[in-house]
């Protein structure tokens, strides 16, 4: 069907791809548009006439927690599942648009900077408003390329840090855009290293880390902040200078830098890689925790975002190394990685002992 008024597309789902004029993806099929979405469509002039769209069904929005949605009113019952299917389209959106860059600086060797100001950025700066980190990503293992989803993924961590730690709103506008295009020099990369699916030889990992300085001269040539540049150079430095790919140590690494380092080898470990499947969550978080102690990552960065992902899982059962099943009580600021925890009659002090340790995180 087709509608006279752009406001009177909220609420359908598009039946086609909307396109711009650079051939930049606006707004993927399927998507369940919203007044944002409307936005843009007159904001880059889409013709209504051009616009395919059909009638939601309210039972296509109802899925999942049934016995939470049971309980609210029908109009919350339907914000809420409007949300859910709103976080797909978002992630879709994103993964095009990412697509679309990357064709587009293939095809001219430039930053398309319009197309990253009005479509990428104000995307994912919706995506990571008020979005639960689980969920985002359990969209994120459903949609193409693994290399956008970690973009989309790292870009969601980096906004989520700046706002733990207080950064302005203007810098984490920044700072995301710096998260989403920190790995664009990668396109400058033979596709044969891109998608291997076994482990890179010591000649090929080389030639990988050469993406840093690859984007980095990529987008200081374009007229973006200089400090997404800086990001693209520096977001596999580590404090101790362990990293590349000038082992900078400590303070000679930007702020955004630190932020988007922590975020990349976090979502790096949690997703689905062709070289390896994810690392189970429990491996994940203690792993980090021994790089932050080892001073590889700002400590403040680190152990905020830890005490955020752990704090979440105050409640979840676990099962210890000594086989013995419990559940996790308390979270220790400085060491979240060992929380308190409840089997059976007694409590267990993960902090205090070293000889028993968190074997796996049923939820």
Known sequence: ???????????????????????????????????????????????????HVEIVQLVELVEQKEEQAAAAEPEMKVLVKSAKASARGLVKQTNAT????????????????????????????????????????????????????????????AALLGRSIKLSEQEIVLLTTAASLCDIGSIKLPASLLHKNTELKPDEYELMKQHTILGYELLKESDLDHRIALVALQHHEREDGSGYPHKLIG???????????????????????PQRSPLPFYQVINKLYGDIMASRFDSRIGLTFLNLLMSAQVG??????NGKRGK???????????????????FIDLSKTKSIHIMEIIG
């Open 1 to 51: 069907m087709q509608c006279a008024k752009y406001e009177d597309l909220v609420g359908k789902r598009l039946l086609q791809n909307i396109i711009n004029s650079n051939g930049m993806m606006l707004i993927p099929n399927e998507t369940i548009l919203t007044e944002n979405h409307v936005e843009k469509l007159e904001k880059f002039k889409i013709d209504i006439f051009d616009i």
């Open 98 to 157: 990412l697509q679309g860059i990357e064709n587009f600086i293939k095809n001219t060797g430039k930053i398309p900077i319009t197309d990253v100001e009005e479509i990428l950025l104000p995307t994912i700066m919706e995506a990571t408003q008020n979005q639960n980190i689980y969920k985002l990503f359990a969209e994120l293992k459903a949609e193409g390329d693994y290399r956008f989803k970690h973009s989309i993924g790292v870009a969601y961590i």
């Open 251 to 273: 303070e000679k690494i930007h702020l955004f830098s630190k932020i988007i380092a922590f975020a990349d080898v976090y979502v790096a470990m949690t997703s689905e890689r």
């Open 316 to 321: 979840s059962d676990i099962i210890l190394s």
């Open 328 to 346: 996790i009580v308390l979270i220790h600021v400085n060491d979240p990685a060992s929380p308190l925890i409840s089997v059976e009659a007694e």
